[in-house]
Nanobody
């Protein structure tokens, strides 16, 4: 059964750091591309980071240089290291695999709140 569980969110002051986790089951993170998205109320869900099965990474301009996407194949878990956080990073963060058979599966998300 395909499941995604995001965790690691919380409250942090501007300039602080958090590491988000995405525990996957029902498929191998090592064999599939993975992405992190974020969403605020009333706005579209936006991709902020991506990682291919081959290890190529991509980032939205708004987070480039501050966020790092990675995976631990042994734990079947994806991560998003978030450094130098800004108030505009406040959102619910979700993980997802963009492959055809997995793209419709989403977890509950994890809230990140960055204060001034």
């Amino acid at each position: 059964q395909v499941q995604l569980v995001e965790s690691g969110g919380g409250w942090v002051q501007t300039g602080g750091s958090l590491r988000l986790s995405c525990a996957a089951s029902g498929f191998a993170v090592s064999d599939n591309a993975m992405s992190w998205y974020r969403q605020v109320p009333g706005k579209q869900r936006i991709m902020v980071a991506s990682l291919t099965s081959g290890g190529a990474t991509g980032y939205a301009d708004s987070v480039k240089g501050r966020f790092t996407i990675s995976r631990d194949n042994a734990k079947n878990t994806m991560y998003l290291q978030m450094n130098n956080l800004k108030p505009e990073d406040t959102a619910v963060y979700y993980c997802n695999s963009p492959t055809p058979l997995l793209r419709n599966y989403w977890g509950q998300g994890t809230q990140v709140t960055v204060s001034l």
